[in-house]
């Protein structure tokens, strides 16, 4: 039984008769096949509708196979809902960022998946196809942009009228705290407001220009620099990343249902070291396994924007701050991020 067939019966229980737009699949905050025991966690749109969810919920999955029984749990706040703020706190006005088309962020729940690779490797697929691009270094404890661009020791100037002038390297203009810190080994110690206001300035007292894009690489995990972005920037959308491991999508799911909650939509998700080609007869390998990243995205209503394969090569290259992108175009992984490019910049019209 797999997670597609659980949630395409939800999909088609409407639920006009409430006078929600949403389906039953559109609810569904987190789903546990355990056994024949199903366990489904429902966002609640509006109180006082439990029992008659819960019915829905029973009714649709009575004809699913392999299934013998639902337990239904509900989780008070909707996904349309507002991130709601703590007593006393005041409202965040939302900013769009000046000169920016499309504010992009690329996130996980975990590290280890390559996000940082492929956020970079993204942003100059994105140039490639004749995009104006920026990369924001977003992950203030562990900036790793610079390594991957070639771009240690560089530093950040100001210009004359008082704003941070980004580093450009490979026809995007980059940013990050690696910029600013003595030396790669300097270690940033900051409580949140010091990190809520250096992302805040990263964004809006930099010289970012016209840009088509903005991609930035946000630290691992569902912390105060997610939260300041909900809070304080208009944002097209997030790209989760994944790999196909059971650690890896446990995480990412947490990603995604925080990016929901805190309004942010989720655009995808890259498939990250999806499988491995052979170099001696050109098979594909699935190590880490195959189908895990499709259930997670059908699950959760995302689209795949596209698998990049394993390759030593981009290991190599990112330690000598060559992009795979850059260093290697021909290769199948490059093309694998200007295919990812191409059907993101379509995503977002």
């Not at 029992?51 to 649709?60: I, N, T």
């Not at 304080?232 to 994944?242: C, I, K, L, Q």
Request: proline share 7%; hydrophobic share 45%; aromatic share 6%.
């Amino acid at each position: 039984m797999a997670v597609k067939d659980i949630m395409d019966a939800l999909r088609g229980e409407s639920l006009e008769d409430l006078g929600l737009k949403e389906n039953l699949a559109q609810l569904v905050k987190d789903i546990k096949l355990i056994g024949e025991e199903l366990d489904v966690l429902l966002y609640l749109p509006k109180p006082g509708l439990e029992d008659v969810l819960r019915a829905k919920v029973q009714q649709a999955l009575s004809e699913v196979p392999d299934v013998k029984s639902v337990n239904v749990r509900f989780a008070q706040a909707p996904p349309e809902q507002k991130p709601q703020m703590p007593v006393g706190q005041p409202a965040f006005t939302k900013r769009n960022v000046p000169g920016i088309k499309h504010l992009v962020a690329v996130g996980s729940g975990k590290g280890g998946v390559g996000k940082s690779t492929v956020a970079a490797n993204l942003a100059l697929a994105l140039a490639k196809i004749g995009y104006k691009v920026g990369l924001l270094d977003a992950d203030i404890y562990g900036p790793s942009i610079p390594t991957l661009l070639g771009l240690k020791g560089e530093r950040a100037t100001v210009n004359e009228r008082n704003k941070i002038v980004p580093v450009e390297k490979f026809g995007i203009k980059v940013l990050s705290i690696g910029f600013m810190l003595p030396s790669e080994d300097t270690p940033v110690i900051w409580r949140g407001p010091m990190l809520m206001k250096a992302l805040t300035q990263f964004l809006f007292d930099v010289e970012w220009g016209e840009l088509d894009f903005l991609v930035m690489d946000l630290p691992p995990g569902t912390g105060d620099v997610q939260l300041t972005l909900a809070q304080n920037v208009e944002m097209s959308g997030a790209v989760v990343v994944t790999t196909p491991q059971d650690v890896a999508l446990a995480d990412v799911k947490k990603a995604t249902s925080m990016f929901r909650e805190v309004q942010i939509p989720v655009l995808g998700v890259i498939e990250n070291m999806a499988y491995f080609i052979c170099p001696s007869d050109g098979q594909k390998y699935y190590i880490f396994g195959k189908g895990k990243v499709a259930e997670f995205a059908s699950a959760y209503g995302l689209k795949i924007l596209g698998s990049i394969p394993i390759d030593p090569e981009v290991s190599e290259r990112s330690d000598r701050g060559e992009p795979i992108v850059i260093g290697s175009p021909d290769s199948e992984v490059a093309r694998a991020f200007v295919g990812i490019a191409k059907v993101l910049a379509q995503e977002l019209g």
